[in-house]
């Protein structure tokens, strides 16, 4: 059940191409992540719901039959006896349609994948090379 028409640009056209009953599912699964990852930044990539907080933080989106999630394969590795039944892959789960969402389940994955940015984050700032070096061209090689 993928939108018909033209990419979306923000979240809220990626939701209000699908039926209402699907949308009302994509709404609670935006609260949901936003509740747990509040300084989040909304956006679309790779054309799904995402959030970005120091990096990708988690993508979902609405398909025929399932409800994508996409937590990184961290997040399905360390949540992976959680999610025994649905199916996977790397760093995807599909929830059924046919199913209840597990919100509380997507909520402690995405602040687990919170905890993991910023601590990820504040190790690069401790090693990060001295004010004087930032801009310089072996550091930053793509300058």
Not at 13 to 30: C, G, K, M, S
Not at 110 to 126: D, Q
């Amino acid at each position: 059940m993928e939108p018909e028409h033209t990419a979306p640009k923000t979240i809220d056209e990626y939701i209000a191409a699908f039926p209402p009953e699907v949308q009302a599912l994509l709404q609670q699964i935006r609260t949901t992540i936003r509740e747990a990852a509040p300084d989040a930044q909304e956006t679309i990539s790779y054309q799904l719901p995402t959030f970005r907080l120091e990096g990708n933080l988690v993508h979902f989106g609405a398909f025929k039959k399932h409800i994508g999630f996409y937590p990184t394969p961290s997040g399905i590795t360390r949540f992976e006896k959680e999610l025994v039944g649905y199916q996977r892959s790397k760093g995807a789960v599909q929830f059924p349609l046919d199913q209840l969402i597990p919100f509380d389940l997507i909520r402690e994955i995405t602040e687990f994948r919170v905890w993991e940015n910023l601590e990820r984050a504040s190790r690069s700032a401790r090693t990060a090379p001295p004010e004087r070096l930032r801009g310089c061209s072996v550091i930053h090689p793509d300058r």
